[in-house]
């Protein structure tokens, strides 16, 4: 029989710490995701989001770059 990598637990914790694991559990997908569009070469470029950024507080701001 091969050794597993995993643990099945059962316990109790408090709800503030239940609630940072879903939340971080959530931030890791996204990270995934996010790394998944990159390699697929779904970026801006850092150009173009520092000229809009500093548009912001001109007359006329740029558009979002997509």
Known sequence: ???SNTRVMTT???VSMA???ARADE???L???ALTEVDAG???DHQAVL???DSLDSD???PVPR
């Open 1 to 3: 029989m091969s050794k």
């Open 12 to 14: 109790h914790v408090p």
């Open 19 to 21: 609630d940072w694991s």
């Open 27 to 29: 931030r890791d997908q």
């Open 31 to 33: 990270t995934q995701e």
């Open 42 to 44: 779904q970026v801006i």
């Open 51 to 53: 000229a809009w950024a």
């Open 60 to 62: 006329q701001p740029l």
